[in-house]
């Protein structure tokens, strides 16, 4: 079964600058989740989705970040413009539906740089 | 918000000792679950255990959860250097829309060949 595939892996960018992430899922997972990783903490939910629904993006930082998941399968998580906070590693994770007793399975994750 | 904390922040230990991991958590849950990440593998589920089970086991993985102290302990038995890992409790809270996952910030296991 292929896993979560996820691209760019690593990403340099000034800031001020825009920045575009790429998901694709499990195949037949309905529910996808984008995390973001800072160095030395645990992944922390930036937005869920079921389907090509959004479940939760209460902590997306909306006047900045952004997020699509297009036909219910591939997703897109942008940041316009990049601040030097948001230097983190963005980890998709994917599972078959909503709700906390469903495991998750994670991309290998986007190490994004802001300088 | 941070539910689970993970005790302790690191941790040493020989080839073939065991190791434990604690983590403690401050409300009310239906499930936890366990991670392991590593930069070979990534973010991979362990275990996941539900409110009322008291233990759970998988492989060299013993997990426990005492939901009156509101803890979880996660031991690894036999340790091997691919042990070496941060390893992760998750707990489920209700959001917005549905249950979600909040990571503690790990345990960092050094397994010493």
């Known amino acids: 079964e292929a896993g979560v595939a996820q691209s760019p892996r690593y990403k340099i960018i000034e800031k001020r600058q825009s920045v575009a992430f790429w998901c694709n899922p499990i195949s037949g997972h309905a529910t996808l989740y984008w995390y973001q990783q800072i160095l030395g903490q645990g992944p922390k939910l930036l937005i869920q989705?079921?389907?090509?629904?959004?479940?939760?993006d209460s902590q997306l930082p909306k006047d900045r970040f952004s997020a699509e998941r297009l036909k219910g399968v591939d997703s897109t998580l942008k940041i316009q413009p990049a601040k030097l906070e948001d230097s983190a590693v963005y980890l998709c994770?994917?599972?078959?539906?909503?709700?906390?007793?469903?495991?998750?399975?994670f991309g290998p994750g986007t190490r994004l740089t802001v300088t | 918000s941070q539910q689970g904390e993970e005790d302790p922040q690191a941790l040493s230990i020989q080839e073939g000792e065991n190791a434990t991991m604690n983590c403690s958590y401050k409300t009310s849950i239906n499930n936890l679950q366990w991670y392991r990440q590593n930069s070979g593998r990534g973010l991979v589920h362990l275990i996941l255990?539900?409110?009322?089970?008291r233990e759970k086991h998988s492989g060299r993985l013993r997990v426990t959860l005492d939901t009156s102290k509101k803890s979880s302990s996660l031991l690894i038995t036999a340790s091997r250097a691919a042990d070496t890992a941060s390893y992760f409790c998750?707990?489920?809270?209700?959001?917005?829309?549905?249950?979600?996952?909040?990571f503690g910030k790990g345990t960092k296991l050094s397994v010493i060949p």
């Open positions: 998750a707990t489920d809270n209700l959001g917005a829309g549905s249950y979600q996952l909040t």
């Open positions: 255990i539900r409110s009322n089970e």
């Open positions: 994770a994917s599972s078959l539906d909503t709700g906390s007793s469903y495991e998750q399975y």
């Open positions: 989705f079921q389907n090509n629904g959004v479940v939760d």
